[in-house]
Nanobody
């Protein structure tokens, strides 16, 4: 199972770091992706990292502002979010897929095997 934490309220231009810890057998073999869903909008892909940490992927809307990483020793993935703006306001979900490597796997929400419960990120002055 995956659990995402670290959301909150931040002013425009601010930063937050989300964490996605996982437990269970073979947890180190799971890729991680972050998705988000804003009120009245469809869920969208934000960022993904392959199971071995060698490949990372980002939505165009967050490139250059967000960074995804993972700490294998802690079985945790992180999403560092900088230069936040009100359009980033959403519930953020982490998800995991065993042996996920490629971009098409990172963005495929239906293919994810585990989901975190979601954490609210609100960007407002």
């Amino acid at each position: 199972p995956a659990a995402g934490v670290g959301g909150g309220l931040v002013q425009p231009g601010g930063s937050l770091r989300l964490s996605c810890a996982a437990s269970g057998p073979d947890v180190s073999f799971y890729s991680r992706s972050w998705f988000r869903q804003a009120p009245g909008k469809e869920r969208e892909f934000v960022a993904g990292i392959s199971w071995n940490g060698q490949d990372v992927y980002y939505a165009d809307s967050v490139k250059g502002r967000f960074t995804i990483s993972r700490d294998s020793a802690k079985n945790t993935a992180y999403l560092e979010m900088n230069s936040l703006n009100p359009e980033d306001t959403a519930v953020y979900y982490c998800a995991a897929k065993k042996y996920g490597v490629y971009y098409y796997e990172a963005v495929d929400a239906d293919g994810m095997q585990y989901w975190g419960k979601g954490t609210q990120v609100t960007v407002s002055s």
